[in-house]
């Protein structure tokens, strides 16, 4: 008897004019003890089989056909109360947004011990001692102070970590992890997926991974999975399907994976389907302002630059605690170049992206645009031409885009704000760049929820060249898009800083997306700057133990089919 066996699952939302087919007739079976990986497109339905298993479709989402048994027990047709007696008892599931899993009212403790005792008969105390156990088992340092701290205290990769440990709480027999290292660093990716493989051996629960790294896929599933606009196109063992795909979506799928160890000028993308969208740098580059710069001048210089956040406020002089998240980094970042940022989850990449960018104040140090200081947040007139010429692209579009205003009110802000262009030109400069980023005039009069998170992100690099700046931070981009997605963000940002001559400052924790964008990368480590090379020579010759490290947690991908075959 499986752990876990679909068959025949349709899911299906209505609408007025018809319904939507999210999953067709599919079937998916989970050993004891199997890691068994979902793979596809955004909108495959990888996600909906997901929710169809926990019984937390959203209405009026539901299931048609088919069955979901769990140890030979159909539990697709009970009732709400049956379901939330399972939810989080025999099944447990880590969402991908860590923040829409924690209640920012709570601590971290409350929230354990909370899910400890409503799922195990264990006492307060009991409860108090596994809470600190699960959170020292998912790597997360000083656990005694860090359960007393809320989740807005905790770095994204950190978050992740709690949800995880969460998700632990209650010993469950079956695990739905949907895209649980989307915002991890490859080191605290390593850990997360050495404490599902030994969940999975040792306490043989079964395990669902959806996600889009074929990476994790390839280092730590048993079985794969891959779904295409709602259907199952093929499945197998991990070593066949990736390495000997038999479908065509599959073996386009693994050719668009960024390889570590074979530089391209451009990102395969996926060319299943024949679906191509048009990125016209050409149109955006006719209008675009050039600055003459000097080459060998930096665009950006920083200074010995320091930033501390309040840990621990007290009404004593002198008592309070404080976390140095930048300590003391200097680099320069020169016109036209592509620097990288790399390093763990809490080393301080966002941090000195958001010093320089003016989101944060600057507690020591100092950060030059042009040969001008633009870290004193107090000179305004320096601040608003500052801010016209640098832009930033954030790492969830969906929480940088706000959802009561339409598209085109999005993209005509900054414009507004800068005084750029009034009245009917305004519209025209909207309706320009969402078509040069391949969405159409008419996205501008939809709201950000009613597109997917490629789409989104590319109407956050609409509004990012509304202003027409010369400097883009771009952080994380691409995180938490498939490769399909990923490979067309990452081509229109080469396509920009090579046709518009603009610099960028690209922070990730994908190495190989690094390593083909990247001409020089900087590697941090608790708030320190431990390392700044070449890009080839810090993959190929790196100086220091904790690069080395890094790398060596680089997934290799040997098994995937070669992407030239």
């Known amino acids: ?98 923040l829409t899993s924690l209640n920012p009212l709570f601590t971290v403790r409350q929230q354990l011990v909370e899910t400890i005792l409503t799922h195990l008969d264990v006492s307060g105390e009991e409860a108090d001692q596994r809470a600190r156990d699960l959170l020292d088992r998912v790597g997360i340092p000083d656990p005694d102070t860090r359960l007393d701290q809320y989740p807005h205290q905790f770095s994204g990769g950190m978050r992740q970590r709690v949800v995880i440990a969460l998700a632990l709480c209650s010993e469950p027999e079956v695990i739905i992890a949907d895209e649980p290292t989307t915002a991890l660093d490859v080191a605290v990716q390593a850990q997360i997926l050495d404490l599902i493989r030994e969940l999975a051996e040792e306490r043989q629960v079964g395990v669902i991974l959806i996600t889009h790294d074929m990476g994790v896929i390839a280092d730590t599933t048993d ?51 024949g679906r191509q969208t048009r990125f016209a740098i050409e149109d955006i580059a006719r209008n675009w302002p050039r600055q003459d710069a000097d080459p060998d001048t930096p665009l950006i210089k920083v200074q010995n630059l320091s930033k501390r956040f309040l840990e621990k406020r007290s009404l004593i002089p002198g008592k309070s605690t404080y976390f140095t998240a930048v300590d003391d980094v200097s680099f320069d970042i020169f016109p036209g170049e592509v620097f990288g940022i790399v390093g763990e989850s809490g080393s301080g990449k966002s941090t000195i992206a958001r010093l320089i960018s003016g989101l944060h104040r600057v507690d020591g140090g100092v950060v030059h645009f042009r040969g001008q200081e633009v870290s004193d947040l107090s000179n305004k007139a320096v601040q608003a031409a500052f801010r016209q010429e640098i832009q930033m692209i954030f790492q969830d579009p969906f929480s940088s885009l706000n959802p009561r205003m339409r598209v085109d009110q999005i993209i005509a802000e900054p414009i507004h704000h800068h005084r750029l262009l009034s009245g009917s030109a305004v519209k025209t400069r909207v309706a320009e760049l969402l078509e040069q980023v391949g969405m159409g005039a008419e996205a501008g009069f939809k709201y950000p929820h009613e597109f997917s998170g490629g789409q989104r992100q590319r109407i956050c690099i609409a509004r990012a060249l509304a202003t027409q700046p010369q400097f883009l931070i771009c952080d994380e981009p691409t995180s938490a898009l498939d490769v399909s997605i990923q490979a067309q963000i990452l081509n229109i940002l080469k396509d920009l800083q090579e046709h518009l001559g603009l610099t960028l400052l690209f922070i990730s924790h994908d190495l190989p997306v690094v390593r083909q964008m990247c001409s020089r990368v900087a590697v941090m480590k608790n708030g320190q700057m431990v390392e700044l090379q070449a890009t080839e020579d810090l993959f190929a010759r790196p100086k220091t133990e904790y690069t080395r490290e890094l790398l060596s947690l680089m997934p290799r991908l040997d098994a995937l089919q070669s992407s030239g075959s």
């Open 223 to 273: 079985r794969v999975t891959v779904m295409y606009q709602g259907e199952v196109v093929e499945t197998g063992p991990t070593d066949q399907v990736i390495g000997d795909p038999q479908h065509l979506y599959s073996q386009s799928l693994i050719a668009a994976v960024p390889r570590p160890n074979e530089p391209r000028h451009r990102f395969p993308q996926i060319s299943y389907g």
């Open 1 to 98: 008897m499986s752990l876990l066996e679909i068959k025949d699952l349709t899911v299906e939302f209505p609408t007025r004019r018809q319904r939507f087919v999210a999953v067709a007739s599919a079937d998916l079976v989970v050993e004891p003890g199997e890691i068994h990986g979902l793979v596809g497109e955004s909108g495959a339905g990888k996600s909906t089989i997901g929710a169809a298993i926990m019984g937390l479709l959203e209405a009026p989402g539901r299931i048609t056909e088919g069955e979901i048994a769990l140890n030979g027990s159909a539990i697709s047709g009970l009732d709400q109360d049956a379901m939330r007696a399972l939810r989080g008892n025999r099944i447990s599931m880590i969402f991908q947004d860590p």
